[in-house]
């Protein structure tokens, strides 16, 4: 009974000791706040954190960068309140941006929303900044404000002791770049072998009475034939993004 008692003691004891951190933590970035508001704004950051299953410290950090947690925040761009909802985000998410509680849920959705697509990793936290959009189709790390956003946040989750995943995720132009570096390849691989198998019929390679050079020959036509398939599905390759045309088979 008295273990059972002890453990009740510390699941209390490392909740509450959780929760005055956060709630200090909040304190810190707007001093502003009285202890009760703080506790208050906690709330209703954790609830939405619980709901959503979104990591409460991945939440008070982007709470952190957008606003220091003051629900009045106005950006130039005409965000508004603890999580700088901008009005068609607020239209998406059928909220009135204005109060604290709708405010936070439509952040908290924004950012559940972002982790759906991209993982629980900094493509997530970039896309609350920059758009999903336009993460979707480009890499953050070449937007200088969306690069400095997802710093910022990084360093604000370290505080609460937490982390964000970094992960290489390749656009559909950076792609198209190695694709077209492999059909480079497999050209020069293919002149090779048609090199290899010039000098196969010149006679320069007595094939006559050797069983494994005939085999060598018949190996290498066929891994020429492969590489020749495998060029044709590529020829034509190419893509048009944002109005630019791209031929892979340069």
Do not use: W
């Amino acid at each position: 009974m008295k273990k059972i008692i002890l453990s009740l003691f510390l699941i209390i004891s490392v909740f509450c000791f959780g929760n005055s951190n956060h709630i200090n933590y909040i304190r810190n970035n707007n001093p502003k706040l009285t202890e009760e508001e703080a506790e208050k704004l906690y709330e209703i950051l954790e609830n939405n954190s619980k709901k959503y299953n979104v990591d409460i410290n991945l939440v008070l950090a982007v709470a952190s960068v957008e606003s220091k947690f003051r629900h009045t925040a106005t950006s130039s761009a005409g965000a508004y309140g603890i999580m700088q909802i901008m009005p068609k985000t607020a239209e998406h998410y059928k909220v009135d941006r204005k109060k604290i509680d709708e405010n936070i849920e439509a952040g908290v959705k924004h950012l559940r929303d972002s982790i759906d697509i991209f993982g629980n990793n900094d493509y997530a936290v970039a896309s609350y900044n920059a758009g999903i959009s336009r993460v979707k189709n480009s890499n953050y790390r070449n937007i200088p404000e969306t690069r400095y956003y997802v710093a910022k946040v990084k360093q604000e989750m370290k505080k609460l002791g937490g982390n964000i995943i970094a992960k290489n995720n390749e656009t559909m132009l950076e792609k198209y770049k190695k694709g077209e570096v492999e059909i480079k390849k497999l050209k020069q691989e293919i002149a090779f072998l048609r090199g290899e198998n010039e000098q196969l019929k010149e006679g320069n390679i007595d094939l006559n009475n050797n069983t494994e050079d005939i085999e060598l020959k018949e190996n290498l036509q066929e891994e020429t034939e492969k590489i020749e398939q495998q060029e044709e599905k590529r020829q034509g390759l190419g893509f048009k993004m944002g109005g630019l045309s791209f031929d892979l088979n340069k």
